[in-house]
């Protein structure tokens, strides 16, 4: 990237019309006012620098691969708010990638007009937006400002630009100027106002023709690159002020582009926002909505480059987003069914290839409920678990674990969901879902509030119905865990920090549904218990299915019941995920 010798303004505002300068698809709307307009013109006049260019150069070969957009020279903010779309022949064309709202407003103020809606006028009257033009009153400096202006700019009509004129006030048309073919010119002009007498008329008319045609006030850098991701980059770096960019952003941008019989930009957004509140509520982006319209849409790359998101890909995302909008929709459904939520899912991108299965499969909604999908919801279930749990699945590599699980799917998703194959898969990229003891016992001391706790204690007891409310319950209150009460109980000093250390911890936790739980609140499990389940059936059923174990009556048993708790659950762990015990492990107290 090289630093180029300036051009001027008229040099690049013939480029514009020739459509020799463009706008890439990843370029924002046009967002400056007319207060910003004539600021830009004003430090034009006073001969402030204006900043430096970033100007693409674009090779033949790449013309056809996206879409393009001309400049906007007339802004009407209800029926012209948007640059046009061009059709751009196969030749060597500059895109703009930093100074898209500067040359804007040349283009407007040299060039065009805006048009905004005036305060309380409807929307349906046409009166609302009055054509106005840049104007530059000639025979007085602007008033006394605290923004530094010294040159009079306004967009007015040309109705009010004739009504004002006086001896402080002659508004002349900026656009005129543009028109100017050499010095000369502005003399004429001047003796057409009867002004060729006034001396501070003709500085400043010759100042506005030296500033647009003589002088070279637009510095700029010239990127020759082809590759369209490093372009990406460079765009991110140099629009970094203000609203931070996104790479997601940008690549929204040039999907919206693309797209012809929808908007993608609101397509996606409304998508997201309502996955995002399905039951408890959840946090999904853009950022996965578009890496998972790439995978369900069986694009070969699920990688965020702008090369995959070309008009070929566009036009199958586009054909296929029903399909996926219904798949995602449908997915997280079965995540909050689940129990997920915002709070307990730890990695959003377990959602793509369950999508991806439900796409495969064609599923509606009755795939949530119909008893002869049972079985594999629970497969598909213990899997999303188990992948959450295990440390790393879903972190580096991720692009890489998509295309394989993908591949699996495709493969073996017909029968219902290819549990072995998608493990195996999984192995070979060094994303197991294998456990080791050592791994067992982490997940043992893993504390309430961490993300993993739901995954775990839903892996432990799938009897808890968690498709309403429900929450992780502390077996013994932590309420009871207070040194006062601590002290009160009869638990000695040396004791109380390991019992308010292991009151957080996974043996000390539970699944209870909403209702439970607030019956329950600070009440000593087995108080609890016998208030709830009278019957000492009942009480012992649900003892086992939590595997609780004997509840004792007072806190200072919490330390046995803990230790041997701990243990039941980690021969649970082992057995649901397959490892084997080691010799000389945990054994229970009497």
Same mark, same amino acid.
């Given at each position: ?180 073919? /050499?010095?000369? *010119?502005?003399? !004429?002009? =001047?003796?057409?106002?009867? &002004? #060729? %007498? ?6 400043? +008319? ?115 987003? /029903?399909?996926? *909008?219904?798949? !995602?929709? =449908?997915?997280?459904?079965? &995540? #909050? %069914? ?6 307990? +899912? ?7 290839p369950v999508a991806y299965y439900v796409c495969k499969r064609a599923f509606d909604e009755s795939y949530l409920s119909s008893p002869r999908h049972r079985d594999d919801r629970e497969l598909l279930r213990g899997w999303v678990c188990r992948s959450l749990v295990k440390a790393g699945v879903w972190g580096s590599g991720l692009d890489t674990l998509l295309l394989a699980l993908r591949t699996s799917l495709q ?53 808890? *119905? ?125």
């Open positions: 990237m090289a630093f180029q010798t300036p051009i001027t303004i008229k040099e690049a505002l013939d480029a514009i019309q020739r459509q020799d300068y463009v706008l890439p698809a990843i370029q924002r709307e046009f967002t400056w006012d007319t207060e910003q307009i004539c600021g830009l013109f004003d430090s034009l006049m006073q001969g402030y620098p204006i900043g430096s260019f970033l100007f693409w150069r674009v090779e033949p070969g790449r013309i056809k691969d996206y879409t393009w957009y001309g400049f906007m020279r007339e802004f009407h903010e209800k029926n012209r708010r948007h640059c046009p779309v061009l059709d751009v022949p196969l030749k060597p064309v500059v895109a703009i990638l930093d100074g898209q709202q500067r040359l804007t407003s040349l283009n407007i103020g040299l060039r065009g007009y805006h048009a905004e809606k005036e305060p309380r006028k409807r929307w349906d009257n046409p009166d609302a937006f009055p054509t106005k033009y840049l104007y530059l009153n000639l025979l007085s400096p602007a008033s006394e400002n605290e923004r530094g202006l010294k040159y009079d700019f306004r967009f007015l009509t040309p109705g009010r630009a004739e009504s004002e004129r006086s001896d402080t006030t002659y508004w002349f048309k900026v656009s005129q100027v543009f028109d100017f073919k /050499e010095d000369f *010119d502005v003399i !004429l002009a =001047l003796q057409t106002m009867r &002004l #060729a %007498q006034d001396q501070h008329a003709a500085r400043v +008319l010759n100042r506005l023709y030296g500033r647009v045609h003589r002088e070279a006030l637009l510095p700029y850098f010239d990127e020759k690159e082809q590759d369209l991701d490093k372009v990406l980059n460079i765009f991110i770096r140099v629009n970094s002020a203000g609203d931070p960019l996104t790479y997601s952003d940008l690549l929204l941008s040039i999907a919206t582009a693309q797209w012809k019989d929808r908007d993608a930009r609101q397509a996606i957004h409304t998508l997201v926002d309502e996955l995002n509140g399905i039951r408890a509520g959840f946090g999904f982006s853009k950022d996965l909505v578009l890496k998972a319209s790439l995978m369900l849409s069986d694009i070969q790359s699920v990688a965020f480059r702008v090369t995959n998101f070309n008009a070929t890909n566009m036009k199958t995302l586009a054909k296929n987003w /029903e399909k996926i *909008d219904r798949a !995602l929709r =449908l997915s997280v459904e079965l &995540l #909050a %069914q689940f129990g997920f939520s915002g709070q307990t +899912l730890t990695a959003d991108s377990v959602v793509i493969e073996r998703a017909d029968r219902g969901f290819p549990i072995e194959n998608i493990e195996a898969a999984m192995a070979k990229r060094g994303k197991s879902i294998r456990f080791t003891e050592e791994e067992i016992e982490d997940l043992l001391d893993i504390r309430y509030g961490d993300k993993r706790t739901f995954a775990i204690l839903a892996l432990l007891f799938p009897h808890v *119905d968690v498709r309403n409310v429900f929450h992780v319950d502390h077996v013994f209150p932590k309420a009871r865990f207070t040194p006062t009460r601590l002290r009160t109980a009869g638990i000695s000093e040396e004791q109380r920090d390991d019992y308010i250390d292991k009151c957080e911890r996974l043996a000390n936790l539970q699944l209870l549904e909403g209702p439970a739980n607030e019956s329950k609140r600070a009440k000593l499990p087995n108080e609890w218990l016998s208030e709830k389940y009278p019957a000492r059936t009942a009480r012992a059923n649900f003892c086992e299915l939590h595997e609780l174990g004997v509840v004792p009556e007072a806190m200072r048993a919490f330390d046995r019941f803990y230790t041997s708790r701990r243990k039941r659950l980690a021969d649970r762990l082992r057995r649901i995920l397959s490892v084997a015990p080691e010799a000389g492990g945990l054994v229970e107290e009497q």
